[in-house]
C-alpha cells in the first residue's frame, strides 16, 4: 500500500512539473477584414492575383505560420525554418499552397532532423481544408482538426 501511494505522489508531482503544451498557436491573419474586402473585387476579376497575393503574405510571414503550425502539430518540437511557399492549381479548381516546416526533437542526446508538410487548398477564394499530407516524424503529428482551424482563420470570413 506504501508503495502505490509513493507512485501516486510521485506521479502527481510528475504532472505538476512538466509543462504540457497547448494545441493553440496562436491568432494569426494574412488579411486586416478591411484588406480581404477590398481585395476581393480584385481577386474574382484576376483569380491570378489572388493565389500570388497569398503567396506572398504567406512567404512574407513563413516563419510565424511555421512556428504556430509546427506547435499545434508536434508541440514538442523545436522550430527551425519554414522553406518558401508552394503554389499550385488544385484539381477540380482552386489553389493549394504547400508549407513545408523543417524543424527538430532532442531525445536525451539524439536531436534528429524533421519536415511537416502542410497542404492548404483554397477554393473560390475560401478555405477549404488544411491539412498534414507527408511527416517523417517518428511521433505521428496531433491535433489535426486545429490544423485545419489554424489555416482557416488564415482569411476573413
Not at 512539473?17 to 496562436?26: D, K, L, S, T, Y
Not at 478591411?34 to 492575383?49: D, G, H, I, V
Not at 512556428?67 to 492549381?89: C, E, K, M, W
Request: overall charge neutral; aromatic content about 10%.
Amino acid at each position: 500500500m506504501l508503495k502505490k501511494t509513493i507512485i501516486c505522489l510521485l506521479l502527481i508531482l510528475f504532472l505538476s512539473i512538466v509543462p504540457i503544451p497547448q494545441a493553440q498557436g496562436g491568432h494569426l491573419s494574412l488579411f486586416s477584414s478591411l484588406e480581404w474586402n477590398q481585395e476581393q473585387t480584385n481577386f474574382t476579376k484576376n483569380p491570378q492575383n489572388f493565389s500570388q497575393e497569398i503567396q506572398n503574405r504567406l512567404n512574407s510571414t513563413r516563419d510565424s505560420v511555421g512556428q504556430l503550425a509546427l506547435l499545434i502539430s508536434h508541440p514538442y518540437g523545436t522550430y527551425d525554418y519554414t522553406r518558401p511557399i508552394f503554389v499550385a492549381p488544385r484539381d477540380g479548381g482552386g489553389i493549394i499552397f504547400e508549407v513545408d516546416i523543417h524543424w527538430h526533437r532532442n531525445l536525451k542526446l539524439i536531436s534528429r532532423n524533421h519536415v511537416t508538410r502542410i497542404a492548404w487548398e483554397i477554393i473560390n477564394n475560401k478555405h477549404y481544408k488544411a491539412s498534414v499530407i507527408w511527416d517523417d516524424s517518428t511521433f505521428n503529428p496531433t491535433h489535426s482538426e486545429e490544423i485545419n482551424d489554424f489555416f482557416r482563420q488564415l482569411l476573413p470570413s
